[in-house]
């Protein structure tokens, strides 16, 4: 059940494959990290070349006549979309950095008589770096640990912590920590939790809204295919909002911005966490992109990128056996993210080997290959050629 033939029969009967079309890929690659950077969806261009129009026709009048100064709001609820959030509670712009930071400081001030902020001792280096600054700046102490210790952190530090900060997708190993179970856990200590979901959202089918997360933050050019430095978005659950009082109160977040107040008084909706002024031409190339999601259930999505990464640790177990590779990732499908990670001593030099074979995966230090599946263009096809040129490339000297 690993061979090509059987692959080509998975993809006959897959019921998101006619989606690929949706997507301008190069001929002959097989293209594994789309939990890096999402491929091109085929809209893009002629939404790049629209909104040029309307700046060369229109200038300035593009933010009225053209609804520039509403896109944030209405590309957010495009994006809340996917993640489970009833409309008016997503909003994009800024980078990662900035929203992460953003929603993190507004979070700890949610609760400020508690000095403790619980944080992934694996987080990715942006959450870690900024955690620490805020921790900095508002007299916070971090405490971090593993993921799967969150629980009984909460239970040792009490009412102690004031947030937790997470992710629902490990980026190196790609293990999967239930949203749910730990926004459950954070909120019976009367913490709030504000949720990374860079490697979640597009591939993951979760609701924030009934999961009870509080903040939550992502990019939108990995599984969501916005392009090379997407906006970024924020997620505030409604029952906070009045309560917020976030560090950076640009001046298209004011209640009435063009009356040009001179004190800060934020809008009554997600108006008020925006930052900077809309970026025009990437947030059209990611509006353009969500529609690639059109018609799509997230429960159909998750649903094929497990059953590709069961195909893929399949494959390996049957091709790669004796080779130098130990499987990462977990072998149970509910807690796998949307990729498949080994480990093998030479691992930079095999994704370099890879690339030249027309498989483009990542490389994680010191020894992980990570290969990411979006449900919408990935086949199992490219699965099982991905792990052929493994074996060929890890084929004895003497064989």
Not at 99 to 126: E, G, S
Not at 331 to 337: D, N
Request: glycine share 10%; aromatic share 8%.
């Amino acid at each position: 059940m690993t061979s090509r033939s059987h692959a080509l029969e998975l993809d006959r009967a897959d019921p998101l494959g006619g989606a690929r079309k949706r997507f301008d890929l190069p001929p002959g690659v097989v293209y594994l990290d789309g939990n890096s950077l999402g491929a091109a969806p085929v809209g893009v261009a002629d939404a790049l070349t629209a909104i040029h129009r309307q700046w060369r026709d229109h200038l300035i009048k593009g933010w009225t006549d053209d609804g520039w100064l509403a896109a944030p709001m209405r590309v957010g609820d495009r994006i809340g979309r996917l993640i489970g959030a009833a409309p008016g509670q997503t909003v994009t712009g800024d980078s990662t950095s900035v929203q992460w930071f953003n929603a993190l400081t507004t979070a700890a001030r949610l609760r400020p008589d508690r000095r403790i902020v619980l944080a992934d001792t694996d987080a990715f280096p942006t959450d870690r770096y900024l955690t620490d600054s805020v921790a900095r700046l508002l007299g916070l102490e971090v405490r971090a640990v593993p993921a799967g210790r969150f629980g009984a952190a909460l239970a040792e530090l009490g009412g102690r912590v004031a947030v937790v900060a997470a992710s629902p997708v490990d980026f190196r190993t790609g293990e999967r920590l239930d949203i749910a179970e730990v926004t459950a856990a954070a909120h019976a200590a009367g913490a709030v939790t504000v949720w990374d979901l860079c490697h979640a959202a597009g591939a993951l089918d979760i609701s924030v809204d009934t999961a009870g997360v509080d903040l939550a933050v992502g990019c939108s050019y990995k599984f969501l295919s916005g392009g090379p430095g997407a906006p970024a978005y924020v997620y505030v659950a409604e029952r906070h909002r009045a309560a917020t009082d976030q560090p950076l109160t640009g001046w298209l977040s004011h209640a009435a911005p063009f009356d040009m107040a001179a004190r800060y008084r934020p809008a009554a909706g997600m108006s008020r966490f925006r930052i900077g002024a809309p970026h025009m031409l990437s947030l059209t190339a990611l509006d353009a992109a969500l529609d690639a999601f059109d018609g799509i259930s997230m429960a159909d999505v998750q649903a094929k990128n497990t059953a590709l990464g069961a195909f893929f640790i399949a494959c390996a177990d049957a091709h790669l056996a004796g080779r130098g590779f130990d499987l990462v990732t977990p072998r149970e499908g509910h807690r796998r993210g949307s990729q498949v990670t080994l480990s093998h001593p030479r691992a930079a030099a095999l994704m370099d080997g890879l690339a030249a074979h027309g498989v483009i995966g990542d490389v994680r230090p010191p020894a992980l290959l990570r290969f990411g599946f979006n449900s919408l263009y990935v086949s199992y096809t490219d699965i099982h050629r991905a792990v052929m040129a493994l074996r060929l490339l890890t084929e004895p000297a003497d064989a």
